[in-house]
């Protein structure tokens, strides 16, 4: 009978890449930024993480800087213009003396695992995404916007931000079969896989009270 083998002899089993991470608690408000969530949030920070694993996987330092540069125009471009939105709409707030806010009835919460500056990024844009619908219904509860230009503002950055959102799940496409070509997708795979980006704590409450 063989003897049993020691640790030392024992195959180790192979060990996942030991990534810093931030967890972001977020509480989004408004159902139209919430609405970004499954559309956006997800799939976004998904793929920020896939493309971040894969060019690290890949080790071409001029495709790593190339993307980023991409990536960072998209996310910085949208946010000087939300911010620009923001200070407008205060600005009509202040005009018209308006201090009451409305509360929400259903806010989210939400905790994202933020593992890069550009998944960051993407989430605090959601949250100014959130405050600025929050704004705008502001100054339609208390008839300073009409129901179309709150309706119209709001599709109009939702819309804005999930083009962002696809241009960067195309990027994460691109770079998976960039590794596909050099023969790594398994890499990618085993990397990639296990991830989880978002956790949202009504479907935890919702688990917890189905057990």
Not at 40 to 57: E, P
Not at 94 to 113: D, N
Not at 168 to 183: F, H, Y
Request: net charge neutral; with cysteine; hydrophobic share 45%.
């Amino acid at each position: 009978m063989a003897a049993p083998r020691t640790a030392s002899q024992r195959p180790e089993p192979k060990r996942r890449f030991s990534r810093p991470v931030f967890d972001e608690l977020i509480t989004i408000q408004s159902d139209h930024a919430q609405r970004l969530i499954q559309r956006g949030l997800y799939q976004v920070s998904s793929a920020l993480y896939a493309i971040d694993v894969i060019l690290r996987i890949i080790g071409n330092n001029a495709e790593m800087d190339q993307v980023e540069v991409i990536v960072n125009t998209l996310l910085n471009d949208f946010a000087l213009a939300l911010h620009q939105e923001q200070e407008k709409m205060e600005l009509l707030r202040t005009q018209h003396g308006i201090t009451r806010i409305p509360r929400y009835e259903a806010p989210r919460t939400l905790t994202v695992h933020v593992y890069s500056p550009q998944m960051g990024q993407y989430c605090a844009l959601i949250q100014s995404l959130d405050q600025l619908m929050v704004t705008i219904d502001t100054l339609w509860m208390n008839g300073v916007l009409a129901s179309n230009q709150r309706v119209n503002a709001a599709f109009a950055w939702r819309v804005r931000l999930l083009r962002i959102g696809r241009e960067i799940i195309n990027l994460a496409r691109r770079a998976r079969e960039s590794a596909q070509r050099q023969g790594r997708a398994d890499e990618v795979a085993a990397e990639t896989g296990a991830a989880l980006m978002v956790l949202d704590h009504a479907v935890l409450e919702d688990d917890a009270a189905a057990a």
